[in-house]
């Protein structure tokens, strides 16, 4: 069988992977989602899916703004088709594929495979970090109480942890660590804030998406909803042997809202968010290989750890 076959074949086996996983992740819950659906407006159904695709748009600035830290850009149309079909590699179970798939798609614009990696990596980090500082801030402020028993004093370590883990000397130094055998991560106090400030708005979207569909939606609700995902995220992230935090992530989010929103409701604004969140990722993926393709430059799925992913014809 010929290399090009055979890197066919591993792309396939990609994508069967990648939906597989994903129904897998939502199958379970099938009817109860159903029903979830059925008795939420459209209208909040609409307003919370623009927020996470505009969310998860946000995420793509700072990758690729990542990326250009390690002086690699790639043009914004082919940038975005490589961060969210990429992407698709998390719901695949292990910490490795979306950086495996990344890594395949750069490639194909001479980036090499380690400062990739390396982006992805402290894409992670960024999204920890400013998860942290985010809950933390909350949790501090009173703005959300978090009822498990954590000590004030080491919500307060974690959250300066999470500040000293974002200043531009630390950055750099892992960023370079990483992935900078080719070249240093060079990342201005200014190119650090602007990723901060992204990831700030990003979580300011799932925070909203999850205040749209509440059934009585409120300002006071947004700090606390705020709080438990960007709590659940970091669990979902930290169980890595969880297809994009599947199981672990509801869990969590459930138990961090259900003091103030109840047992129901909480369970069925895991079972939406899981739902959006998966479709927004599916979605964007689609739709910005798409248009790759249709400006006559393709951008094909990867297979884990596969070079020449990139069709430029």
Same mark, same amino acid.
């Given at each position: 069988?010929?290399?090009?076959?055979?890197?066919?074949?591993?792309?396939?086996?990609?994508?069967?992977?990648?939906?597989?996983?994903?129904?897998?992740?939502?199958?379970?819950?099938?009817?109860?989602?159903?029903?979830?659906?059925?008795?939420?407006?459209?209208?909040?159904?609409?307003?919370?899916?623009?927020?996470?695709?505009?969310?998860?748009?946000?995420?793509?600035?700072?990758?690729?703004?990542?990326?250009?830290?390690?002086?690699?850009?790639?043009?914004?149309?082919?940038?975005?088709?490589?961060?969210?079909?990429?992407?698709?590699?998390?719901?695949?179970?292990?910490?490795?594929?979306?950086?495996?798939?990344?890594?395949?798609?750069?490639?194909?614009?001479?980036?090499?495979?380690?400062?990739? %990696?390396?982006?992805?990596?402290?894409?992670?980090? =960024?999204? +920890?970090? !400013?998860?942290? @500082?985010?809950? #933390?801030?909350?949790? /501090?402020?009173?703005?959300?109480?978090?009822?498990?028993?954590?000590?004030?004093?080491?919500?307060?370590?974690?959250?300066?942890?999470?500040?000293?883990?974002?200043?531009?000397?630390?950055?750099?130094?892992?960023?370079?660590?990483?992935?900078?055998?080719?070249?240093?991560?060079?990342?201005?106090?200014?190119?650090?804030?602007?990723?901060?400030?992204?990831?700030?708005?990003t979580w300011g979207c799932y925070a909203g998406a999850v205040l749209a569909l509440a059934p009585r939606p409120s300002v006071a609700?947004?700090?606390?909803?705020?709080?438990?995902?960007?709590?659940?995220?970091?669990?979902?992230?930290?169980?890595?042997?969880?297809?994009?935090?599947?199981?672990?992530?509801?869990?969590?989010?459930?138990?961090?809202?259900?003091? %103030?929103?109840?047992?129901?409701?909480?369970?069925? =604004?895991? +079972?939406? !968010?899981?739902? @959006?969140?998966? #479709?927004?990722?599916? /979605?964007?993926?689609?739709?910005?290989?798409?248009?790759?393709?249709?400006?006559?430059?393709?951008?094909?799925?990867?297979?884990p750890g596969v070079g020449g992913p990139c069709d430029r014809s």
């Amino acid at each position: 069988m010929s290399r090009r076959r055979w890197l066919d074949v591993l792309r396939g086996g990609f994508l069967a992977a990648v939906l597989g996983f994903a129904w897998w992740g939502l199958h379970d819950q099938g009817e109860e989602l159903v029903a979830v659906v059925r008795r939420t407006s459209p209208l909040a159904l609409a307003v919370a899916a623009g927020l996470v695709v505009a969310g998860l748009l946000v995420t793509s600035v700072a990758w690729l703004r990542l990326l250009a830290g390690y002086d690699h850009r790639l043009p914004p149309g082919e940038g975005r088709a490589v961060f969210f079909v990429g992407q698709l590699g998390k719901y695949i179970p292990g910490s490795v594929w979306s950086m495996g798939a990344h890594a395949g798609l750069a490639r194909g614009f001479d980036v090499p495979a380690r400062v990739t %990696v390396g982006t992805s990596l402290m894409f992670l980090w =960024l999204n +920890l970090a !400013t998860s942290g @500082l985010v809950a #933390g801030s909350f949790a /501090l402020t009173g703005a959300w109480r978090l009822d498990a028993g954590v000590p004030t004093w080491l919500v307060g370590a974690a959250v300066l942890g999470c500040v000293a883990g974002l200043t531009p000397y630390a950055v750099n130094r892992a960023g370079t660590a990483i992935g900078g055998a080719d070249g240093p991560l060079r990342l201005s106090l200014r190119g650090v804030g602007t990723l901060v400030a992204l990831m700030a708005l990003t979580w300011g979207c799932y925070a909203g998406a999850v205040l749209a569909l509440a059934p009585r939606p409120s300002v006071a609700l947004f700090p606390v909803a705020a709080g438990a995902f960007t709590t659940a995220y970091a669990v979902g992230v930290l169980v890595v042997l969880a297809p994009a935090g599947v199981g672990a992530r509801e869990v969590t989010l459930i138990a961090l809202l259900a003091p %103030v929103t109840g047992m129901t409701t909480a369970t069925a =604004l895991a +079972l939406l !968010t899981r739902a @959006l969140h998966t #479709g927004g990722d599916l /979605l964007l993926a689609l739709v910005s290989w798409s248009l790759v393709r249709a400006t006559r430059r393709e951008v094909a799925l990867p297979g884990p750890g596969v070079g020449g992913p990139c069709d430029r014809s």
